[in-house]
């Protein structure tokens, strides 16, 4: 998990509506300029210097050099500040007042919460997960009130806005789970000044998601041994070698308790407070419920509280025993105990009712105070380790050196303070740490040949190693690169390019040293000691402006493996603000190549807010998604203009996008392979149940019920395969919809009029179909080829047909479907021409193993069912066995809807004869299609490809049908 999941703000600076964001290992702001990208680091290093101590100050401090904010008009929204200064009406009303009308007006009505939500509010929000093992995912609320205050003067009226915190709340999908509301400020004579604030909880909420939140199970507890060592010590590409991919996130000491485990123990459904109170008595029910109306509403209706950091009032707020809720509890259940005689007792004082209640409990009673003090102790931790993920944070601006021989301490500039930090650091005791800053400086040879059979060299180049002069007495530090001849240069004498490049390698350096830990293990009892130790490195996040700033492309793209090295072997996460579309790129090949996953790089666009408000972008933020093969969709995204679509790394990624096809596309039909096996098999077991059925005399239910179990199986594995088929399919349209095949559309315009092509799709899937024939490897599988030729035929087979229907007159139908004109002669054709009948009539075989349906095309105009490519063609077939060309004696004209389909055709067919003689290519195209799929009769299929050449013929025959048009 990197160390900051996100950030969420709204009036802050370009932010005007609440955006939020969620941060990936390595997550990259790009956009166009002044669009507020910038805003994201300042708002971070904000509230770093706030939120250092806590969240404890009334007001925020805007006077901290590096985010150089300046003052509240410079950090607010421009927007909203002047609307706000501008409005009519004024905020008189106090908020404690407002939370008094609240109370007032609510009472007993818990359904609102007393949160009053501001669009002026300046908020800030981070995500979180509490419930421990639960893992429930919210997110921490900082709300900061502005007030306004005008000022008249003799000539005018000033206005004046500050501002004041207002509010701290964990949120889950805009429900409030646990608030304060801050309502005033007590300034005491004898202590220190404090807050006035209520606190209020969602209790029965809560509970709600910890029922319905599984425990995320954890079967060993990760920590640190040798093999993780040598992770963080072999270079970036030994690891990928070593791993096929890299990991970014070492769950080390992952906490295995859960808090709330003693409640999800004790919960007993029906019986325990806050359930549904299912199987009570309706006497009981009433009883429970009165207790759960009693807490609730005093949980939601808040507790007034005093304190000093806001913190606190996560802590202890209600889980006191003085608070008087678990005596209600209690009260309640011992009064349903008792007898009712000793209930209406005079004798017994309220002081001896006091102490029976005050020091009894009950299951219930203790299940709520638990509860409270697990929920009330999560949420703390929860908000403090939020809070100190902030000091883990570091920052480097795009001037990140200076050409200076000598750095002084005492000119205290970021460059100098990277410079001391470094020199800090003896690299001899931290193997890990040389080794990366050394690789990258260097030449980075990894085990890997080039074309002159040399090692490949993946580091920068610059030099051999850096190094460093030290005299801390009068605080003078120099820095050297010790070149590959051994001789040395200062820093002031290397390029303004290199001097930019080196404060990043620097920096990695001094955060994996300061954030690195010791652990030891392999606890030796008889000594009393542990025999070994490894490293292992803390999470931090850096956040980096324009880190390509000044060097040559081919070095920005190797940027990119810079910060995923570092970011694995130290567990650093970046946040990068770049225009360089060589790092976006090389990010994108590495997704593709799945060296790195989706999950690990988040990307965000930013458009200019002027443009968002005049209507000319939709919105101010755009997470650009990455696809499993690195594609993005640049034009949806970005534009035109922000991309060198020539580039290198961009033909390497298109490559890789085939590659990545055809490994998923393959993935699909080995699971329709295995899909149609099982379909055999069952048909195979329900043939053999039906001839056990006609010879059996005894046992028959016991048979059936097996028939009837095969056959519902069989049917779900046929849904299955055509949800295969389905998404076979979208995996191609996916991958050609990322290329640009307009060039292979120009050719089939060249071979078909379009003009005569009926469904809009049908030149798409040539087109497409085309550009796969072209660009898959020769020794690819080709069945994305046939599948595509084979859709454009179905959608051109389906129009004809659905034309032809609405063509016939209704009342036409039935005689022209009558056994008279149709049945019967229709079986005479085929008798004479020679065909087998079988299968009760029903069925044709026209060629061993190949039977056709007589009568599609007559129940297609009877009952319009959902016609599949198969059925189609066969309609096609049947014409070609009667037609004239081919038996000139036996034709179809004695079926009068055959006659009738055979005039349609040669209306639209330029050459009919031509035409009709190409009908027996359907069968070819009907088991070629059915192969590319694999779903079909294995005997059919030759191999377990479709090679190019089988491609170009079927291409062939589908474009000679067409050109007939």
């Known amino acids: 998990m990197p160390n900051i999941e996100g950030i969420g703000l709204q009036n802050f600076r370009t932010f005007n509506k609440k955006e939020e964001l969620e941060f990936a290992p390595i997550t990259l702001i790009t956009g166009t300029n002044n669009a507020g990208k910038s805003s994201i680091f300042r708002a971070i290093q904000f509230l770093i210097h706030n939120f250092k101590d806590g969240i404890v100050s009334e007001n925020l401090d805007f006077k901290t050099m590096q985010h150089e904010l300046g ?15 501008d409005s009519k009406l004024p905020k008189s009303q106090h908020m404690y007042s407002r939370l008094a009308d609240f109370h007032k ?7 609102e919460l007393p949160v009053f939500k501001e669009d002026e509010d300046l908020v800030f929000t981070f995500p979180i997960l509490f419930g421990g093992r639960r893992e429930i995912s919210a997110a921490i609320e900082v709300r900061y009130e502005l007030k306004r205050f005008i000022h008249k003067k003799e000539d005018r009226e000033e206005v004046t806005v500050s501002h004041d915190i207002k509010n701290i709340a964990i949120v889950r999908n805009g429900e409030y789970l646990h608030w304060s509301n801050i309502i005033g400020y007590r300034e005491n004579y004898d202590e220190a000044p404090e807050w006035e604030m209520v606190t209020n909880i969602d209790l029965k909420k809560i509970i709600q998601l910890i029922i319905d939140t599984p425990i995320v199970e954890i079967n060993e507890k990760l920590e640190p041994n040798e093999k993780t060592e040598d992770f963080f010590t072999i270079d970036l590409y030994s690891r990928i070698k070593k791993y096929n991919h890299t990991y970014f996130d070492f769950p080390f000491f992952k906490n295995t308790n859960d808090d709330y485990e003693a409640f999800t123990e004790k919960f007993i459904k029906g019986k325990s407070l806050f359930s549904d109170y299912s199987g009570l008595t309706k006497e009981e029910k009433s009883k429970l419920l009165a207790i759960e109306e009693k807490i609730t509403t005093e949980l939601l209706k808040g ?20 608070d008087g809720m678990e005596r209600d509890i209690v009260s309640a259940e011992l009064k349903k105990e008792e007898p009712e005689e000793e209930q209406n007792s005079k004798s017994q004082s309220l002081r001896e009712l006091y102490n029976s209640q005050m020091f009894q409990t009950t299951p219930n009673s203790e299940l709520f105070t638990n509860l409270l003090n697990a929920i009330e102790k999560d949420f703390i931790d929860t908000v403090q380790k939020k809070i100190d993920c902030l000091k883990k944070v570091y920052f480097l601006p795009t001037t990140r050196g200076r050409n200076r021989e000598w750095f002084i301490d005492e000119q205290n500039s970021e460059d100098i303070q990277i410079v001391r930090d470094f020199s800090a650091i003896y690299l001899e005791h931290h193997p890990q740490i040389k080794s990366f800053v050394n690789f990258w400086i260097g030449k980075g040879e990894i085990d890997e040949l080039d074309e002159n059979g040399k090692n490949k060299q993946k580091g920068f180049k610059i030099g051999k190693e850096l190094s460093v002069f030290r005299d801390e007495a009068i605080g003078l530090t120099k820095i050297f690169l010790v070149n590959f001849d051994d001789t040395k240069t200062p820093l002031v004498d290397l390029g303004y390019g290199v001097s930019q490049l080196l404060p990043i390698i620097m920096k990695v350096a001094i955060i994996a040293q300061k954030h690195q830990s010791i652990h030891e293990y392999a606890w030796n009892d008889q000594d009393g000691f542990y025999e070994k130790q490894t490293i292992y490195f803390n999470p931090s996040t ?11 492309p081919s070095l920005q793209s190797k940027m990119a493996e810079l910060f995923i090295d570092a970011a694995s072997r130290f567990n650093i996460q970046f946040i990068i603000e770049t225009h360089s579309e060589y790092l976006i790129y090389k990010f994108q090949e590495y997704v593709g190549q799945k060296i790195v996953s989706t999950s690990d790089i988040r990307m965000y666009y930013f458009n200019h807010p002027n443009d968002v408000r005049e209507g000319l972008k939709d919105k101010y933020i755009n997470h650009v998604q990455i696809d499993n093969d690195g594609s993005i969709d640049y034009n949806k995204y970005f534009g035109k203009g922000f991309f060198d679509e020539q580039t290198n790394l961009k033909l390497s990624l298109l490559n890789i996008q085939r590659n990545r096809f055809i490994e998923d596309y393959n993935s ?65 349209d996916e991958y050609v919809a990322k290329n640009d095949y307009s060039k292979y559309k120009t050719e089939v315009e060249a071979i078909i009029d379009k003009t005569k092509i009926s469904n809009s799709k049908t030149l798409q899937y040539l087109s497409t ?43 036409d139908i039935p005689s022209l479907c009558n056994d008279t004109n149709y049945k019967d002669k229709f079986r005479q054709v085929f008798s004479d021409l020679g065909l087998i009948l079988v299968d009760n009539e029903i069925n044709y075989e026209i060629n061993t193993g190949e039977k056709i349906d007589l009568f599609n095309l007559r129940n297609y105009i009877q009952s319009n069912p959902k016609w599949t490519f198969g059925k189609s063609t066969q309609i096609f077939e049947l014409f070609y066995y009667v037609s004239p060309t081919k038996n000139s004696t036996y034709n179809y004209n004695s079926v009068a809807l055959i006659v009738k389909f055979s005039n349609y055709l040669k209306s639209i067919w330029t050459d009919y004869h031509t035409a009709e003689g190409l009908f027996d290519t359907f069968r070819n195209i009907l088991d070629l299609r059915n192969c590319a799929g694999h779903t079909y009769n294995s005997s059919v299929c030759a191999s377990d490809i479709i090679d190019k050449n089988t491609a170009e013929i079927y291409v062939a025959k589908v474009e000679a049908i067409f050109k007939c048009l």
């Open 542 to 552: 850096l956040l980096i402006e324009e880190p390509e700033a000044n060097l040559h």
């Open 105 to 111: 007006n609510n009472g007993k009505d818990s359904c």
């Open 71 to 85: 003052n509240l008009e410079r950090v607010v929204n421009r927007v909203t500040m002047e609307t706000f200064k």
């Open 668 to 732: 699909i039909n080995e699971k329709l392979k295995e899909s149609h096996e099982k379909l055999v098999d069952y048909d195979a077991k329900i043939e053999k149940l039906n001839q056990e059925l006609l010879t059996t005399t005894s046992g028959k239910n016991d048979l059936e019920e097996q028939l009837n179990k095969i056959e519902r199986e069989k049917e779900e594995k046929e849904l299955e395969l055509q949800k295969l088929i389905k998404e076979q399919e979208e995996k191609i």
């Open 303 to 322: 507790k007034d509280n005093s304190q000093y950091k806001i913190l606190e009032c996560f802590k202890n707020s209600f889980s006191n025993i003085l």
């Open 769 to 811: 179909g085309k550009f796969l024939l072209k660009n898959l490897d020769d020794s690819a599988d080709f069945a994305p080829v046939i599948i595509q030729y084979g859709r454009a035929v179905e959608f051109e087979l389906r129009k004809w047909l659905d034309d032809f229907k609405s063509s016939i007159i209704s009342t």
